[in-house]
């Protein structure tokens, strides 16, 4: 639910149990309670994208049973699956660009038990027009964090569990380039096309690539996708969302053609799915063209990168409690 200032804070001195996404000027205002948050000025509402600084994004987790909040830096993020509950949920929320969750986006898919529980989230993000910081609260202690994580871990009742999903309009275009980095970064000046050392941004203008596709990799018999912040002509840098690793390859993806088409289409199968949680990339909001446009039944808030079980760009993620 998309609410004012006045509304969170009732609820949260109600002790209800919430994930909450806002712009930071909103989250320094709230009380200590049972709560996570992540700040962002970009959200899918149920009346469509807005950018909004005066509104807060609260799901309101009403199913749990037992709650408990946690903190992790890049040493200890893998002690998640040891906090969570056998039976349970746990939101993880990740500033960009954090080191946490640099860590978090390389080792995740190495992690044999972490796709054992449950873990779905974002990455927090800023006003891109303005720049900031991005930043994570733990609503319990009030605390805001720049450089750790915050989960959420939930409780569920025994014949309930939960579920994951992904909405992935992309796919690795195999006979584009094989690209391969030569460090783990967020920025880079150069990198290998089929073996030979070029400057990325050049490669990107010469070659007319759309920076609308992300590029793909495979993560462990995952596909990941990693999408494309900003290139500077000037700099000869390009910026990722997430970072890119050496000893990966990575390939364009496939066109999707109209992107806000396609992406409508993989919605249209997910009419009945019920929510308790869904976050969207902010690159699907631009160029799927979702300002003003509302993604029934997903609403919440539009993200840097999204987490079901690993760290994903370019994707909308959900997480529903169902029925054993």
């Known amino acids: 639910m998309f609410v004012n200032l006045d509304k969170a804070r009732q609820l949260i001195q109600e002790e209800r149990i919430l994930h909450i996404a806002a712009d930071e000027s909103l989250l320094k205002q709230l009380p200590p309670g049972k709560w996570i948050a992540g700040t962002t000025p970009y959200f899918i509402t149920e009346q469509g994208g807005i950018t909004s600084k005066d509104k807060l994004f609260v799901n309101e987790i009403d199913c749990a049973v037992d709650f408990k909040t946690a903190v992790y830096d890049r040493n200890n993020i893998f002690d998640i699956t040891k906090d ?21 986006a390389k080792e995740a898919p190495n992690a044999d038990d972490l796709f054992l529980y449950p873990i779905v989230g974002w990455i927090s993000g800023f006003d891109l027009a303005t720049g900031s910081q991005a930043k994570v609260f733990n609503g319990v202690t009030g605390t805001a964090y720049s450089d750790k994580a915050v989960a959420l871990h939930i409780g569920l009742p025994e014949e309930k569990t939960a579920a994951l999903g992904i909405v992935n309009i992309f796919s690795a275009d195999e006979k584009e380039s094989i690209l391969e980095f030569t460090e783990d970064a967020l920025s880079v000046t150069k990198c290998l096309v089929n073996g030979k050392e070029v400057i990325l941004a050049d ?21 990941v996708n990693v999408s494309i912040k900003s290139v500077s002509a000037d700099k000869k840098t390009v910026e990722f969302y ?9 390939r364009f993806a496939r066109s999707v053609g109209n992107y806000a088409a396609k992406f409508d289409e993989h919605l249209q199968e997910l009419k009945n799915v019920k929510p308790v949680f869904s976050c969207n990339c902010i690159l699907n909001y631009l160029y799927g063209e979702l300002e ?8 919440g808030p539009v993200t840097f990168g999204e987490i079901a079980y690993q760290l994903l760009n370019q994707t909308l993620v959900f997480a529903e409690i169902v029925n054993k």
């Open 292 to 299: 003003g446009k509302a993604t029934p039944p997903f609403a």
């Open 242 to 250: 997430a970072p890119v690793f050496a000893g990966k390859e990575y």
């Open 84 to 104: 969570a509950f056998p039976n349970g949920l746990t939101f993880l929320v990740m500033p960009f660009a954090s080191d946490v969750a640099v860590y978090y």
């Open 203 to 223: 490669y990107l203008a010469e070659n007319n690539i759309d920076t609308k596709l992300p590029l793909v990799a495979d993560y462990n018999s995952v596909l």
